[in-house]
């Protein structure tokens, strides 16, 4: 970057700082893939962050003031993230909710973190994005060694004793493919293939075959619901019944429509709780809500952990009677203990991290629903 476009932006970053101080609305920055190949994420994550800033604003917002969510499209693209980011640090918000994929959120981690600005992530999961000592970074989504943890633990229970290992060499699926190669090899498992493709194509027959060839007990697939929908579609078009377990990005409704309901049953992934499974009072009253405003409960829990993001950093606000970034941090990091989340109770460890067990295992039963197992 040019010396005069940096002293721009500088010049930017301190007038929404000012603006952000002496502003009617207190801004909470949302940046989510609103377009793009998983723009059904980003929408969601939209829908639930209006509704809960129209609930807290009815209850007189926080510091006296309205809270206003400004949004930004980061397209699923890292590229178009970091220009997201760039734009969002300069309008004057105290915190950011997003994003969905870790490369994506990689792209903007440092400038966030230049900027003093909270940054709470809600689906990316890749295990570094919480290893390089930012202050101001979070996440309400677990991390992919405890993904990678749950996958193998799930293969060992259901007995496979060759496994193949798929990703797409993005930050997240890489990251969980190597771990869960890792771990199982220390299980004695044998990881017969380990390879990826390459995300957006619309014919993957030819890494199918090598798959086959490779002769495997099931396949774990790390990358993303569009691929697996197509994968699991091909698969059964090449009359191959080799069951299929995905990672958490597989968990989307898209999944089914893409690979068709025949296709998808029986296969498993990992996530988080959906939101239709999530036990406690403030996320039945959510959801309740959420149905009452939109006509349908949320499909993604990614954007219900958005919205844990939203809810923590707002509950932070109130507790220092401030916006100031250091002061937030720090209660968030010492003092957020056992927070109600809707996605179960929210305290974070000295990297940002959630602490505590999240990852629930699901199958795609034959009309096509998402059915958590024992």
Not at 10 to 18: A, D, N, Q
Request: hydrophobic fraction near 40%; charge should be neutral; aromatic fraction near 8%.
């Amino acid at each position: 970057m040019k010396k005069g476009l940096v002293a721009l932006v500088v010049l930017g970053l301190l007038l929404g700082g000012f603006a952000s101080a002496n502003a009617d609305t207190v801004k909470i920055g949302l940046m989510g893939p609103m377009t793009g190949p998983w723009a059904s994420e980003g929408q969601e994550m939209k829908q639930v962050l209006d509704l809960l800033a129209s609930d807290l604003n009815a209850k007189g917002g926080v510091l006296g003031k309205k809270v206003e969510v400004i949004v930004d499209d980061d397209a699923g693209d890292p590229r178009t993230a970091a220009l997201a980011a760039q734009r969002l640090a300069t309008q004057g918000i105290v915190a950011v909710i997003g994003t969905y994929g870790s490369s994506v959120t990689e792209a903007t981690q440092n400038i966030y973190s230049e900027s003093k600005i909270i940054q709470i992530a809600n689906g990316s999961t890749a295990i570094r994005l919480t290893e390089k000592g930012l202050k101001s970074f979070f996440r309400t989504c677990p991390r992919d060694d405890e993904q990678g943890r749950v996958a193998v633990q799930t293969m060992v229970k259901l007995g496979f004793k060759n496994v193949a290992v798929l990703h797409d060499n993005t930050t997240y699926a890489r990251g969980l493919a190597d771990e869960a190669k890792a771990l199982l090899e220390g299980q004695g498992i044998k990881v017969v293939f380990f390879d990826a493709l390459t995300p957006g194509e619309r014919d993957y027959t030819a890494i199918l075959t090598k798959l086959k060839g490779a002769n495997p007990d099931v396949v774990f697939f790390t990358g993303y619901y569009p691929e697996a929908g197509l994968l699991l579609r091909q698969k059964k078009e090449m009359n191959w019944n080799v069951p299929f377990i995905g990672g958490d990005a597989t968990n989307n409704p898209d999944l089914v429509k893409i690979a068709g309901k025949d296709a998808a049953q029986g296969f498993y992934f990992l996530s988080a709780p959906l939101p239709k499974d999530l036990p406690s009072p403030e996320a039945k009253a959510f959801l309740d809500e959420f149905i009452k405003k939109y006509g349908n409960a949320p499909n993604s829990i990614y954007a219900v952990l958005a919205g844990d993001g939203f809810r923590v950093i707002a509950a932070a606000i109130e507790a220092t009677q401030s916006t100031n970034p250091d002061k937030l941090a720090d209660y968030l990091y010492k003092k957020l203990k056992d927070f109600p989340g809707l996605t179960g109770k929210i305290s974070f460890n000295e990297k940002g991290d959630r602490v505590g067990e999240v990852y629930r295992v699901y199958q795609v039963d034959a009309e096509g629903n998402f059915i958590l197992q024992p």
